[in-house]
């Protein structure tokens, strides 16, 4: 569905969504039903309250989903989003209570805590030798199920990103290492966990409000039916799945370099 607005939109993100929805005369309930949202979640998105989701990080996968759905320009409504949080983030550290220190003593037993850590932290970081390693996240081959077909199935996740046995392979025995897999769900969301070896280690639908923590042998293989309602940690790092996915249903491996 194209829109015919010019590139450069002179308006908010929420005005632009609610001006392309209401032109298409399309209702909350069937953009939240079309891209898999909460009713609230488009409500928040028309109207720019980005303080109803975890982290900009989810405003602005919604926000791309929203705007391809109806053939918009994405990247400056994006812009316009991160613009948005960056206001909203100064403003609430304004008004955030700043500590003072009246008496010149603290003042200076203030400084010398802070020299000491500082220098413990150049110590440790020129000595100890144990940085955290980087993580590669890559996109793994999706295999999709024409949307008639999927609302037709009982589970959408399972249908939506479930391969055959025979296309998950083991990674490369030089690659594995110990992991440690954090998930928290803050929505209703299909998932399947498999290690190294391509053992499934975790499956299924999981609740809103939901953890699991796993500990494995990596890298993994995650499949999400979607990604943008799932915080994930791998070894205590976050993983940001924003800019490398193109659609909620992803599949990738997340290992160390």
């Not at 891209?35 to 980005?50: F, G, I, P």
Request: charged share 25%; hydrophobic share 40%.
């Amino acid at each position: 569905m194209q829109h015919t607005q010019q590139d450069n939109y002179t308006a908010p993100p929420g005005s632009v969504l609610l001006d392309a929805r209401l032109s298409a005369g399309k209702s909350v309930g069937e953009v939240a039903d079309a891209l898999n949202l909460l009713t609230s979640h488009v409500e928040a998105l028309e109207s720019n309250d980005y303080s109803r989701f975890n982290s900009p990080m989810f405003a602005r996968g919604y926000i791309r989903s929203y705007a391809r759905y109806f053939g918009l320009d994405e990247a400056p409504l994006l812009n316009d989003c991160e613009r948005i949080c960056r206001r909203d983030d100064e403003q609430a550290e304004k008004k955030r209570p700043q500590a003072k220190i009246h008496a010149p003593g603290q003042a200076k037993l203030l400084f010398a805590l802070l020299g000491t850590l500082l220098f413990w932290g150049i110590s440790y970081l020129l000595f100890s030798g144990h940085s955290s390693p980087e993580l590669d996240v890559s996109l793994m081959e999706d295999r999709y199920v024409p949307l008639h077909e999927l609302r037709a199935q009982p589970s959408l996740g399972e249908s939506l990103l479930k391969l055959p046995e025979a296309e998950y392979r083991a990674a490369d025995p030089q690659l594995y290492h110990n992991a440690s897999l954090r998930l928290v769900f803050n929505e209703d969301v299909w998932l399947e966990v498999r290690d190294a070896q391509g053992a499934v280690r975790l499956s299924g639908q999981f609740a809103k409000g939901e953890q699991r923590q796993v500990s494995l042998q990596g890298p993994v293989q995650l499949a999400l039916a979607y990604w943008p309602a799932v915080d994930i940690e791998y070894n205590q790092q976050p993983v940001d799945l924003d800019g490398l996915a193109e659609s909620n249903a992803v599949r990738v491996q997340i290992g160390e370099l």
